[in-house]
C-alpha cells in the first residue's frame, strides 16, 4: 500500500502506513513503530512490508503472506531483530490497558514532527512527556474478529486524554478520547476532514466500534 503523513487538531505529525493485505495489521504497525523510533520520513521508511513478512515467518517458523492472523509473540519478536530495541508482548487485561498505553508513550511535552526536510522545524508536536514508546494494541471488534494499531501519541486537556491511534487499515491517525482505570473503545470510522494525496488504501465504509482488549507488544523499560 503506501505511507501517509497525517496532521492532528493538537497540531503533530504522524507518518501512517495503509496495510496491503487483509491481515497484515501486525505487519503495518512493525513498520510504523520502526519508522517512529528512529524518526524516519516516508522516503526513508526502508522496511517494506513483504520483507516483514519474511522476518516474521522467521520467528514464527511458518510461511507468512498476509493472508493469516499475525500473533502478539510473533511481532515483539520481529521488532527484537529490526535494532529498535528489546520489546515483549503482554496481556495486561483491559482495564488496565490505558495505564500500559500511557505508561509506553507518555504525555505533554514539545517533540519534533517525524517529518525530515527543511519545513520540519514548522511542526512542533505538543506531546511526550516521558520518552516516548510507541505501543501496538490489540482491537477487539464487536462485531467480530480483531485488528492491531498502533498508539504513538498522547494529548492532555485538562483531566481529559487524547490519543493518537495510528490506523493501518486506512493509514489515518484516529483521536480518541478514554480514561486510566476505564476499558479503552475505538472506533473505526472516516475521518472528518481528513485527504489523501496519491497512495493506495482501504476506507471504512461503515464505523466498527470495539476495544482494545489487553494485549500489547511494548518496548521493555
Not at 510473533?74 to 528489546?86: F, I, M, P, Q, R
Request: proline share 3%.
Amino acid at each position: 500500500m503506501a505511507w501517509f503523513s497525517r496532521f492532528t487538531r493538537f497540531g503533530d505529525a504522524h507518518v501512517c502506513y495503509s496495510q496491503e493485505a487483509e491481515n497484515s495489521c501486525g505487519i503495518a504497525c512493525v513498520m510504523m513503530a520502526v519508522c517512529k523510533i528512529n524518526k524516519l520520513s516516508m522516503s526513508q521508511a526502508i522496511h517494506k512490508e513483504k520483507e516483514i513478512y519474511k522476518q516474521y515467518a522467521s520467528v514464527s517458523g511458518s510461511t507468512y503472506d498476509g493472508s493469516q492472523y499475525s500473533y502478539t509473540n510473533h511481532l515483539a519478536s520481529t521488532l527484537n531483530k529490526l535494532g529498535v530495541g528489546a520489546w515483549e508482548s503482554a496481556n495486561v487485561g483491559a482495564s488496565k490497558i490505558s495505564q500500559a498505553v500511557v505508561d509506553s508513550v507518555g504525555t505533554e511535552a514539545f517533540g519534533r514532527s517525524l517529518l525530515a526536510g527543511p519545513a520540519a522545524p514548522l511542526f512542533w508536536a505538543k506531546n511526550q512527556l516521558r520518552s516516548a514508546t510507541p505501543i501496538i494494541v490489540l482491537v477487539g471488534w464487536g462485531a467480530g474478529g480483531a485488528h492491531f494499531v498502533l498508539v504513538d501519541t498522547i494529548n492532555t486537556i485538562g483531566s481529559s486524554m487524547y490519543a493518537s491511534v495510528c490506523d493501518p487499515w486506512d493509514g489515518n491517525v484516529h483521536i480518541t478520547k478514554f480514561k486510566v482505570g476505564e476499558n479503552f473503545n475505538y472506533v473505526g470510522a472516516a475521518v472528518p476532514g481528513s485527504w489523501s494525496l496519491g497512495g493506495e488504501k482501504h476506507e471504512y465504509k461503515k464505523p466498527a466500534k470495539g476495544s482494545m482488549n489487553g494485549w500489547v507488544v511494548r518496548r521493555k523499560s
